[in-house]
């Protein structure tokens, strides 16, 4: 009996602190149910902007109060699809269903686009969240050919997948890159082959050795000498400078090594989104809502431009990481991300239906150096954001 009572006293011990955890988490704060069906309302919105024409959305000029779209080769395809998915099974809006089905057509032909390194983003977000919800051997085979076209930008010795087209004697590799190993992970469960797993392995263990600063902050890209690997210089790509912390390159890092501890369970890449999370939140120049300034070193913060995008990514990664690691740290984690979450469901952030074009978040930030898509609405803010909002969902349930 003694034995017995031990057992029981260390078993209550040791889940009280789950306990707590989904004892704070039913004290919701933020209201999913009612923000699925605004932007469901938004998206239904964002569909009459287009009006059945074969573009894609890209954002919403505020000031000229008018909708830029994109052809189907835009690195951004995949995510007004992806999203329509993600709140139809939320809502069972099958309107929103079958407009993510019209957009699949439009997407088709990119699964045999080798000219982009950004075809998991276009085909992964769109068709992978489709195949998620009625799975098809079409939708595999297009999966399956859309890997191959990804893998067909790697080179052996430099370890990487080719981000941008350059020069023959340049290879590019962009940290945003990470995102789009997960449809390699997907296409070796899907077919048993362990190539696409070992290239997804391969660039994320170079990049890991590369990208990153002594603070765990992260080069945006850099280029390699593709006969000899070896890194010849360091690029500020979308960030302030070759020094500074772009802010949606760390939450790409953030995510990406999270994804990758999902799919190997290797302690290398959960250790190194733990670091990633550190210095984000962690970070003197973090907002106290924690949406980050465009790049941590912007030289006109706090007057500098917030991105909703990276925080809507940060907030997604989080709750995925929430689960990997010890309670303590978990329930930090889920607490910053629930924060993200209150400050982008905020009118600051969210827009009220039946404005901003259709799109649900306002305040992102595409491209600052080159004066594109700067303080926009955009179609990956709205993605992470959604994804995130089901995830929340979810650790709620």
């Avoid at 009280?16 to 605004?38: M, Q, T, W, Y």
């Avoid at 995925?320 to 924060?339: C, D, F, G, N, T």
Wanted: glycine share 6%.
């Amino acid at each position: 009996m003694k034995n017995l009572l031990v057992s029981l006293l260390i078993c209550v011990t040791c889940f009280f602190p789950f306990v707590e955890l989904l004892a704070g988490a039913k004290k919701e704060k933020v209201n999913v149910n009612r923000i699925f069906d605004n932007a469901s309302q938004q998206y239904l919105n964002l569909k009459n902007e287009i009006k059945n024409d074969n573009v894609f959305p890209k954002t919403y000029d505020k000031h000229m109060q008018r909708l830029k779209t994109s052809t189907s080769e835009w690195w951004c395809s995949g995510f007004y699809p992806g999203t329509l998915f993600y709140l139809y099974k939320e809502t069972g809006n099958k309107d929103l269903y079958i407009e993510g089905l019209r957009m699949l057509k439009l997407l088709e032909s990119e699964q045999y686009n080798m000219n982009t390194h950004d075809i998991g983003f276009m085909m992964y977000c769109s068709y992978g969240n489709a195949n998620k919800i009625a799975p098809m051997p079409a939708y595999r085979d297009i999966l399956i050919n859309s890997a191959n076209s990804l893998i067909s930008r790697f080179n052996p010795k430099v370890g990487c997948i080719k981000s941008h087209n350059s020069a023959p004697d340049d290879f590019i590799v962009i940290i945003d890159n990470m995102m789009n190993l997960e449809l390699l992970f997907w296409a070796t469960q899907a077919t048993g082959d362990s190539t696409y797993y070992n290239i997804a392995v391969s660039h994320a263990n170079m990049t890991l050795k590369n990208h990153f600063r002594p603070d765990n902050s992260l080069y945006h890209g850099l280029n390699y000498d593709p006969e000899t690997g070896k890194v010849k210089h360091y690029q500020a790509g979308q960030g302030f400078s070759e020094t500074s912390a772009w802010a949606r390159g760390q939450s790409w890092g953030l995510y990406g090594y999270t994804m990758m501890y999902r799919f190997t369970k290797d302690k290398k890449y959960l250790d190194q989104a733990v670091r990633i999370a550190d210095f984000i939140f962690n970070h003197p120049n973090m907002p106290d809502d924690l949406i980050p300034y465009w790049d941590f070193n912007a030289p006109d913060i706090p007057d500098a431009l917030r991105d909703a995008s990276a925080a809507a990514i940060n907030c997604s990664a989080l709750l995925e990481l929430s689960q990997y690691v010890p309670q303590k740290l978990s329930h930090k984690y889920y607490r910053i991300a629930e924060k993200i979450l209150l400050a982008l469901s905020s009118p600051e952030y969210t827009a009220k239906v039946g404005t901003n074009g259709g799109f649900i978040l306002k305040h992102s930030v595409g491209n600052i150096p080159s004066g594109t898509e700067v303080d926009m609405p955009l179609t990956y803010a709205d993605y992470y954001y959604i994804e995130a909002l089901c995830r929340y969902k979810a650790l709620n349930e």
